[in-house]
T-cell receptor
């Protein structure tokens, strides 16, 4: 699986959009980009995934660059409950659950 | 539909004892995955099982660790002769049996402390 690079930590004011970047320059053509988050030692929670096109669901939006070497997770209106470690993971369908977690980005949402 | 259930939530074992961690997948899920998380680190894949079969155990330590997912009952991660370095949070995830599956559902974990 391709390696990902994320900033160690980020801050965001409550109510503002949180934009979490991820670099995955060695991604191969059939590999998906997944985002999970882990809130204070709980089990990780799936957020969103994508292959080429931008994706949106009730939790977030995923923007993937045209060359697929980087992506951005967008939480449109961050709340205090979004404070968590966010993991960007690259892998292939069918092995989606054999996930290679890095150290992620620790997002702190503040008042 | 209950989520992935792990028990116990906390487990304390003395060095040399055995630890048995249980994971009941979500209803209808036939794939189970175990991960280990050391303090201040990300999760590390250990093993992937389908009913009665080990599919991928590339992340499992070669000794003292074993996993099973019987036809009936929960998946079990077993650690024999535990050592202090085994202290960690162990997470189980499950998913559907589908080639298009792209989402894993995680339990709340078992926190193992070896004293």
């Amino acid at each position: 699986d391709a390696k990902t690079t994320q900033p160690t930590s980020m801050d965001c004011a409550e109510g503002r959009a949180a934009n979490l970047p991820c670099n995955h320059s060695t991604i191969s053509g059939n590999e998906y980009v997944y985002w999970y988050r882990q809130i204070h030692s709980q089990g990780p929670q799936y957020i969103i995934h994508g292959l080429k096109n931008n994706e949106t669901n009730e939790m977030a939006s995923l923007i993937i660059t045209e060359d697929r070497k980087s992506s951005t997770l967008i939480l449109p209106h961050a709340t205090l409950r979004d404070t968590a470690v966010y993991y960007c993971i690259v892998g292939g369908t069918g092995t989606a659950s054999k996930l290679t977690f890095g150290t992620g980005t620790r997002l702190q949402v503040t008042l | 539909n209950a989520g992935v259930m792990q028990n116990p939530r906390h487990l304390v074992r003395r060095r040399g004892q055995e630890a048995r961690l249980r994971c009941s997948p979500m209803k209808g899920h036939s794939h189970v995955y175990w991960y280990r998380q050391l303090p201040e680190e990300g999760l590390k894949f250990m093993v992937y099982l389908q009913k009665e079969n080990i599919i991928d155990e590339s992340g499992m330590p070669k000794e003292r660790f074993s996993a099973e997912f019987p036809k009936e009952g929960p998946s079990i991660l077993r650690i024999q002769q535990v050592v202090r370095g085994d202290s960690a949070a162990y997470f189980c995830a499950s998913s559907w049996d589908s080639p298009m599956n792209t989402e894993a559902f995680f339990g709340q974990g078992t926190r193992l402390t070896v004293v």
